[in-house]
């Protein structure tokens, strides 16, 4: 879905994700994500490079630089996040004009997804399903929700809500 809005929505960029996961195959640093050391986010997080991080129950932890948000700036573009619930959250509260969208998968489906995947443990797959469990109860505290049942419907109308978005006025700053 993301990858469509970015194809149909060309003032869009995606800010690109630091982790500290393992880099899988297939998968280019600073483009898929920047991956980093455990030891090299702690000194980011230090440093205030963060607009926002979160730690997963499996132990990795990813998060978005602010030097992604300046990059896109100055390319007079407008940042896409793609981020797991707390850290959008954490954007709505930071950033003023964020617009959240929260893409909800049935259970069963991404379980089917993650399955399909093969790049996590049955024990991984499960905590992953535990924790989308839990985080369709915050649904509501988004500005939209996109029910992912079906692909191209979803992405239709996850396009349409950003194209809309983008044609507001934003507020006066007076």
């Known amino acids: 879905m993301v990858q ?7 003032e869009l960029r995606l800010a ?11 998968e280019t640093d600073g483009v898929h994500y920047w991956f980093i050391s ?5 000194r ?9 991080y979160f730690r ?8 978005t630089l602010l030097s992604e948000l ?3 700036a100055a390319d007079g573009r407008v940042p896409l996040l793609e981020l797991e619930l707390n850290g959008s959250l954490e954007v709505k509260e930071k950033v003023p ?4 969208i929260f893409v909800d998968a049935p259970l069963g489906e991404l379980e089917r997804r993650l399955r399909e995947r093969a790049t996590e443990s049955a024990g991984e797959i499960g905590d992953r399903i535990a924790l989308a469990r839990r985080q369709k109860e915050q649904a509501p ?24 978005e983008l044609a507001r006025p934003l507020p006066s700053r007076s």
């Open 4 to 10: 469509a809005l970015l194809a149909r929505v060309p």
């Open 16 to 26: 690109v994700s630091a982790t500290t996961r393992a880099q899988r195959p297939g």
């Open 38 to 42: 455990n030891d090299e986010f702690d």
């Open 44 to 52: 980011r997080l230090a440093e205030g490079d963060f607009l926002e």
């Open 56 to 63: 997963f129950p499996w132990g990795q932890r990813s998060g």
């Open 70 to 72: 300046d990059r896109i």
């Open 97 to 100: 004009n964020a617009v959240t």
């Open 141 to 164: 505290e988004f500005h939209h929700v996109v029910v992912n049942d079906d692909v191209g419907r979803a992405a239709a109308e996850l396009i349409g809500i950003v194209t809309r």
